[in-house]
């Protein structure tokens, strides 16, 4: 079992900014990616970003260049800087957490809410 935490989501007005963090415990010894997925009101699901253990990402287009994803291996963590909010970029976010397997695992935190607006 993968237990994620989001912390960091809140009220933001349109350019500003907002840091989420996901920190990941339990079994996580062998996760092939972490990332951030979002949902907003009436929408399906989205990717935002994802990362490979090894350091690769992956942005959908909406975010590429105002969002960066990284790692904080000290604390078992997956943060999202995101920069330059949108109010489009309202919605829930979710972290994700995939381990290797036959077949591929998915965990998924609890989600923390992101508002834009002036």
């Known amino acids: 079992q993968v237990r994620l935490v989001e912390s960091g989501g809140g009220l933001v007005q349109p350019g500003g900014s907002l840091r989420l963090s996901c920190a990941a415990s339990?079994?996580?010894?062998?996760?092939?990616?972490m990332g951030w997925h979002r949902q907003a009101p009436g929408k399906e699901r989205e990717l935002v970003a994802t990362?490979?253990?090894?350091?690769?990402?992956t942005y959908s287009d909406s975010v590429k260049g105002r969002f960066t994803i990284s790692r904080d291996y000290a604390n078992d963590s997956v943060d999202l800087q995101m920069n330059s909010l949108k109010p489009e970029d309202t919605a829930v976010y979710y972290c994700?957490?995939?381990?290797?397997?036959?077949?591929?695992?998915?965990?998924w935190g609890q989600g923390t809410q992101v508002t834009v607006s002036s």
């Open positions: 994700n957490v995939v381990r290797w397997g036959q077949p591929t695992r998915n965990y």
């Open positions: 339990g079994s996580i010894f062998d996760i092939k990616t």
């Open positions: 990362m490979t253990v090894g350091g690769g990402t």
